[in-house]
């Protein structure tokens, strides 16, 4: 084995290849909930609160993208409707995609 097999490279996120990329996402997701027994909405619901203390304003980007009305933004994940929910687990996605997609020279 070469030195270079241990390393993890850097995968450049394009237009090309995003599905490929948020599949792979969903995959390891699930290969996670399996191994671990962990409640994914639970652990979401967590995250979800975390981002929204303080003056952090990401839960409020994420439930805007969800198209969930700014009246609703206080609510807990668990409380919201299942197309919400839904809603919620794409726009965080598609953020996440989006965002790695900025070259890291222009940060």
């Keep these: 084995m070469s030195a270079t097999a241990n390393r993890i490279y850097d995968v450049t ?43 952090g304003k990401t839960k409020g980007i994420i439930y805007f993208c969800a198209g969930i009305t700014r009246d609703r933004h206080g609510i807990k994940f668990r409380e919201l409707s299942a197309d919400e929910q839904s809603a919620v687990r794409k726009a965080m996605l598609a953020l996440f995609v989006d965002i790695n997609s900025i070259p890291k020279n222009l940060i």
């Design 13 to 55: 996120i394009t237009p090309d290849n995003v599905a490929a990329y948020q599949a792979g996402i969903r995959h390891l997701s699930g290969i996670r909930r399996q191994l671990m027994n962990v409640d994914p909405d639970e652990q979401l619901e967590t995250h979800l609160e975390r981002l929204g203390e303080g003056a």
